[in-house]
């Protein structure tokens, strides 16, 4: 299994619901990202989880909360959020800091979010 | 501060000629540069990387040239063909944070 899947592919959350987003790898990867991405701007680096404890947070809104309940899993927790927060949400695991034997990251397909 | 960036936001090709991505950094700590493709509404996937130690990768239809002096790396794509189009991003990696950063990324379009 070589897949990051995330769930739900599509969002629509207004501005007082709490919600989650939710990502799953199964390749034994440690380290597990969040990016967000707006529409014609790159993916930039939100949180990162290495052996299931924060290790960066790039000075994400507290209306954002991650969790890493065990290596497979990685959420994200939304609250209170604003229509400006609407996005492409990344989830993306490599099997330790450094990358992959690349340095690369696997990318899932994303979480659109739409907040009216 | 942006330290990953790609110049061009597109690039038209016809089938069958060579497609030339291009992308400079600032950061000379960076050891790691990749590109990776990207279809709408889909995630960017891994196409190809060179470590900082190398001047060219190679991978089938793709080439990745960096040179270091001038803070440069290129992607040559050959021959290009019409599944190729999808925005190209380059990234790097390394450094004290060893955080993925990416480039504004670069819409390819080939014709058929």
């Known amino acids: 299994d070589t897949e990051v899947t995330q769930t739900p592919k599509h969002l629509v959350m207004g501005m007082t619901n709490k919600k989650s987003l939710k990502c799953e790898q199964h390749?034994?990867?440690?380290?597990m990202y969040w990016y967000k991405q707006k529409a014609k701007k790159p993916p930039e680096l939100m949180f990162v989880?290495?052996?299931?404890?924060?290790?960066i947070n790039e000075s994400v809104p507290s209306r954002f909360s991650p969790e890493c309940p065990n290596s497979s899993l990685l959420n994200l927790h939304l609250h209170a959020l604003q229509p400006e927060d609407s996005a492409l949400y990344l989830c993306?695991?490599?099997?330790?800091?450094?990358?992959?034997?690349?340095?690369?990251?696997?990318f899932g397909e994303g979480s659109r979010l739409t907040v009216l | 501060d942006q330290q990953v960036k790609q110049n061009s936001p597109s690039l038209s090709v016809q089938e069958g000629r060579i497609s030339i991505l291009n992308c400079d950094y600032t950061?000379?700590?960076?050891?790691?540069f990749l590109w990776y493709k990207k279809y709408p509404a889909e995630g960017p996937t891994f196409l190809i990387s060179?470590?900082?130690?190398?001047d060219k990768n190679e991978d089938g239809r793709f080439t990745v040239f960096l040179n270091k002096s001038a803070k440069h790396l290129s992607l040559h794509i050959v021959p290009s063909q019409p599944g190729d189009s999808a925005v190209y991003f380059c990234?790097?990696?390394?450094?004290?944070?060893?955080?993925?950063?990416f480039g504004t990324g670069t819409l390819l379009a080939v014709q058929p």
């Open positions: 993306a695991s490599s099997p330790h800091l450094a990358g992959g034997d690349s340095g690369e990251l696997f």
């Open positions: 390749m034994g990867h440690r380290a």
């Open positions: 989880y290495s052996y299931e404890k924060l290790s």
């Open positions: 950061n000379s700590m960076f050891d790691y």
């Open positions: 060179i470590s900082s130690i190398k």
């Open positions: 990234a790097a990696t390394g450094g004290a944070t060893n955080k993925l950063i």
